[in-house]
């Protein structure tokens, strides 16, 4: 499979297996553009979680090859920010909202840095953009499932990547909150970054992502939203009739 070389995701032939040899995804090869708004969506256990960390190097895999920006993982992790599932954060961990924020700032900071000034301010900015100043002092494990994820926003926005990887940013919170993100993430690629979101919401993929990859252990498509995001592609990826509106 060809991929262009300005692709900033580039996944040839990746095969992810559990411990018990059960194959997670198999030889799954596609690449991503720059400057959209990506999502990855299939049914529950397709594996797209999975990819996200394979592509982080959070993971090992069997076989395969994974670029980001050109090159390895480990050769950008500082250029490239993860957002966990909120599920998989210890949230009683004793910080507060800008000890948070403030740690977007750190692969920003040589070994022996301490954060300074403008790094304090970057965070203090980017909890604004998310409304969560006014809860700076408050512990993490104090806000609603809402703030949370606002505040982990927050801390990926503070580390100003080019490459943003999302899982399932949009779970369990309200509408408000959602409204707040979806167009925070469209002016960060307006601002000229990429950022790639696990998703499940079908109702909403249309409106939210320019970019799909359908995703069922292995690759069904990937292309723009508006030419895969079709009723005979979804049937293949979650192997039964569905029904949307592309409106």
């Known amino acids: 499979m060809m991929q262009p070389e300005n692709d900033i995701v580039n996944i040839k032939d990746l095969t ?16 991503l553009p720059p400057h959209k708004i990506i999502g990855i969506i299939g ?3 397709a594996g797209k979680s999975t990819l996200l960390k394979a592509a982080m190097g959070l993971i090992p895999y069997q076989s395969g090859e994974i670029k980001l920006l050109g090159a390895p ?17 210890d949230w009683d961990f004793p910080a507060s909202v800008f ?3 403030l740690l ?10 301490r954060p300074g000034k403008k790094d304090r301010t970057i965070a203090m900015r980017c909890l604004e953009e998310l409304g969560m100043a ?6 993490i494990g104090e806000l609603s499932g809402g703030q949370q994820q606002r505040v982990f926003l927050a801390r990926a926005l503070a580390q100003d990547a080019e490459l943003y990887f999302m899982d399932e940013p949009f779970t369990g919170i309200d509408v408000t909150t959602e409204k707040i ?3 925070l993430l469209k002016n960060m690629v307006k601002a000229g970054k990429t950022i790639v979101v696990v998703h ?13 990859v359908l995703l069922n252990h292995k690759l069904i498509a990937s292309g723009s939203t508006k030419e895969i995001f079709t009723p005979c592609l979804l049937e293949k990826t979650y192997g039964s009739t569905l029904y949307f509106s592309a409106d």
């Open 43 to 45: 049914p529950n256990g």
């Open 104 to 113: 977007g700032r750190y692969n920003r900071l040589g070994f022996f840095e």
């Open 73 to 89: 993982v480990d050769k950008v992790r500082r250029r490239i920010s993860y957002v966990p599932q909120k599920e998989s954060v």
């Open 181 to 183: 993100v979806i167009r």
């Open 134 to 139: 006014h809860l700076a002092k408050r512990q």
């Open 200 to 212: 499940h919401d079908l109702g909403s993929v249309y409106t939210y992502f320019d970019w799909l």
């Open 99 to 101: 000890d948070i924020a």
């Open 16 to 31: 992810v297996a559990y411990a018990n040899s059960k194959i997670v995804l198999e030889k799954v090869s596609f690449g």
